[in-house]
């Protein structure tokens, strides 16, 4: 199983109080979820794996003729916040949470904070 990553930002440069959320490609119902370590610069920027907002669903007529809702995939979004001047380096990795797993996908994403314009 391969992901494609290229669309992924490898830099990313915000301003200090600033936030930004970038897309997370996955793979409906495999298990995988990503999660996100911070190399260094835990002080300069912070990045959280958040679901993305959920799809909007119509809703039922109520009287028992609708179908059901067909499943939809929420994809992940990581979502990065300006705390301090400086860089810092974080690693996303796509993978099973549960047993011993080899990651799908890493990426690392490298943070320029700068200042508030």
């Keep these: 199983m391969t992901l494609d990553l290229s669309a992924l930002p490898r830099k990313v440069t915000l301003a200090v109080g600033d936030r930004t959320e970038i897309p997370l490609p996955s793979y409906s119902g495999s298990g995988n979820t990503w999660s996100v370590t911070g190399i260094s610069g835990w002080e300069v920027a912070h990045v959280s794996v958040e679901p993305a907002a959920a799809p909007v669903v119509p809703p039922s007529p109520g009287d028992g003729t609708a179908e ?50």
Excluded: N, Y
């Design 68 to 117: 059901p809702p067909a499943l939809m995939l929420v994809p992940d979004r990581a979502v990065v916040s300006g705390l301090a001047l400086g860089e810092a380096s974080w690693r996303l990795v796509l993978a099973r949470p549960f047993g011993p797993s080899t990651p799908i996908a890493a990426h690392d994403l490298q943070v320029t904070v700068v200042a508030t314009p």
